[in-house]
Structures are given as structure tokens and as C-alpha cells.
């Protein structure tokens, strides 16, 4: 048996485990506020960083080093999913779950000096993005309303040409390793072990969903950003011009919004460019939103030394 078959055979009932798992479940199905979401692209930074830093120490790696495409990483996806997900000062905004941080310490301790144990994570991580990780996309991008690509940058793979053939290459590269029986053992359970990592990440999310249960339904969204576009544009703009760090926007018009904050679609001189503003608290019910709109326009105003309406918003 090829040892790229071997390996899909022995961890196929971890694998079928994650894709199963409640919190996945329920995001795919919709039942969570896109922070619900930008929750598990958070814990995607925290553990891409091992495994990539770890990708810069195996290039040189005659076996592992094989397995190196830059095309592959996400770390930039991430960053851009992260800032239109979370928002200005993001980094300072998200933390590692004790699942996530124990994760990220098995990838920085199998990855030290142990090539296997490098291509037993970097498989675990790439190939399971490129295969169910695209159905994640899809049911992301209808469910969440991301048709154009924001937020969802972590699936795009387009880099890498026709996914299908660089798993051919990449599993074809498996069956080649010049590993003794042994240390490919040692490489299966490896990978089963990140697999159950992987889980215990979603069940930390899971445990959170309750926090995530959307308190603004899509007609509520939608009654709001009528009245912020018809009856508060000049309020919009100087919101994103002080709080969303877009000075030089010439115009700017409310596009979404969720419990943790509101975007915009800003115009630049290159186009229109979105951006979000985090409110000041989650918000849990509809009468907040004045409020805590007010206050955005309110800080603007002081920002930007324009005297404030008496009756905002």
C-alpha cells in the first residue's frame, strides 16, 4: 500500500471527527454572528505562526524541505481575513485558547529538529485546507454574506494552480519518503495526535457559541444601514475617517454590522476599500445601536475638531 494511502486510511476517522465537530457544525449551518467565525480565524493566526516559522526551518531539510511551496502560506491570508473580521488594533484584540496555545507547543516541539514530524503538521494543516477546507469556504461565503472574497482569504488557493494536481504532487512526494518503517509509524501517529489538537480547538470555540448567538438577524441589518445611508451619510464618513483610520475617504456608506461592530465601504482614490469599526462593547439588542453609534460620532467629532450635532443619530 502506497504510504499516502496509508496515511489517509489510518486518520480517516480523526479527520471525519473534525469536520463533525459541534462548533463546525453549527457555523456552516449559519447559527453564529461572523464574530463566531472570526473566533476560529483568530486561533488560525496563533497556529500558523508555529507552523510556519517552522516551514523557514525545514527548507534546507533534504526530505522535508520537499514539502516546502510558498504558495501555501496563509499568514498573510490570515492577516487580511483578521483585519476585516476583527478590525483596527486586531492583534491587540484576540488571544490563543488554552487548546490553540497547547497546540501551537506540539507544533513548536515536533517541528525541532524532526523533519517527519514537520511533514506530519504541514500535511495535517495544507492538505486538510485544500480538501474539506473548500466546502468550509463556500458554506462561509453563502452563510456570512463574503461573496467578495473579504474574510474568507484563508481558503483561496489560487496561487498554487489546479488543486487536484498539487495533492497528486504532494502525496506522490509522501510515498517517496526515504523513511524507515519506523519513523513513518512515528509520522502516522503524529498526525492522528494533530488531529486531536485540532479538535480540542473547536470544542474551546464550541464552549463560547452561546457569546456568539446573533442578536441581529439580516432585516434588522438591513433596516439600520437604510437609515445610516439615507439619513446619516456625513456621519458615516467622519466615523471612518477618525475611528476606521481612513482619513482621506471622500465618502463612506454602511455595508454590514454584527453585535461587535459595523462596517463600511469607503471611498478611496483607488476604489472603494472596506473597513470596520469595532463598538465599544458587544452589543445585545437593537435598542443599543443609537447609542453606541452616537458615541462613535461623538469621538469622531473630537477627533477631527468638528463640533457635534446636539441630536446625533
Not at 516546502?68 to 490570515?78: F, G, I, N, S
Not at 509522501?174 to 501517529?189: G, I, M, N, W
Not at 498526525?191 to 456568539?212: C, E, I, P, S
Not at 463612506?252 to 472603494?272: K, N, P, S, V
Request: aromatic share 8%; glycine share 8%.
Amino acid at each position: 500500500m502506497l504510504f499516502s494511502t496509508r496515511l489517509r486510511e489510518a486518520t480517516r476517522e480523526d479527520h471525519q471527527a473534525t469536520e463533525s465537530s459541534g462548533y463546525l457544525a453549527t457555523l456552516v449551518a449559519g447559527g453564529l454572528a461572523r464574530p463566531g467565525y472570526a473566533a476560529m480565524v483568530a486561533q488560525h493566526w496563533f497556529i500558523y505562526q508555529a507552523l510556519e516559522d517552522a516551514v523557514e526551518r525545514m527548507r534546507g531539510d533534504p526530505v522535508a524541505g520537499r514539502f516546502v511551496a510558498d504558495e501555501l502560506a496563509r499568514l498573510p491570508a490570515l492577516r487580511s481575513d483578521l483585519e476585516f473580521l476583527v478590525g483596527p488594533g486586531w492583534p491587540e484584540r484576540i488571544a490563543a485558547s488554552p487548546a490553540t496555545t497547547a497546540y501551537r507547543d506540539r507544533i513548536r516541539a515536533a517541528c525541532d529538529g524532526w523533519p517527519a514530524g514537520f511533514i506530519a503538521h504541514h500535511y495535517t494543516r495544507y492538505l486538510g485546507d485544500l480538501s474539506g477546507g473548500q466546502s468550509i469556504r463556500r458554506a462561509l461565503v453563502r452563510r456570512y454574506g463574503l461573496a467578495d472574497g473579504r474574510g474568507v482569504a484563508f481558503y483561496d488557493f489560487r496561487g498554487l494552480g489546479p488543486p487536484a494536481a498539487f495533492k497528486r504532487r504532494y502525496r506522490a512526494r509522501l510515498d517517496t519518503l526515504p523513511y524507515p518503517a519506523t519513523e513513518l509509524d512515528r509520522l502516522v501517529a503524529e498526525v492522528k495526535l494533530a488531529y486531536r489538537h485540532n479538535l480540542r480547538v473547536f470544542a474551546d470555540l464550541a464552549r463560547d457559541t452561546g457569546r456568539y448567538a446573533d442578536p441581529f438577524p439580516p432585516e434588522v441589518v438591513a433596516q439600520i444601514m437604510r437609515h445610516m445611508n439615507d439619513d446619516h451619510a456625513a456621519d458615516s464618513l467622519l466615523i471612518v475617517r477618525a475611528l476606521g483610520g481612513r482619513p482621506e475617504a471622500g465618502a463612506a456608506r454602511m455595508t454590514g454590522m454584527d453585535a461587535d461592530g459595523i462596517e463600511f465601504a469607503a471611498q478611496l482614490a483607488g476604489g472603494e476599500q472596506p473597513v470596520r469599526v469595532p463598538f465599544a462593547r458587544r452589543l445585545s439588542q437593537r435598542a443599543e445601536v443609537r447609542g453606541e453609534v452616537v458615541r462613535m460620532y461623538r469621538e469622531a467629532c473630537a477627533a477631527l475638531g468638528v463640533p457635534p450635532r446636539s441630536h446625533a443619530a
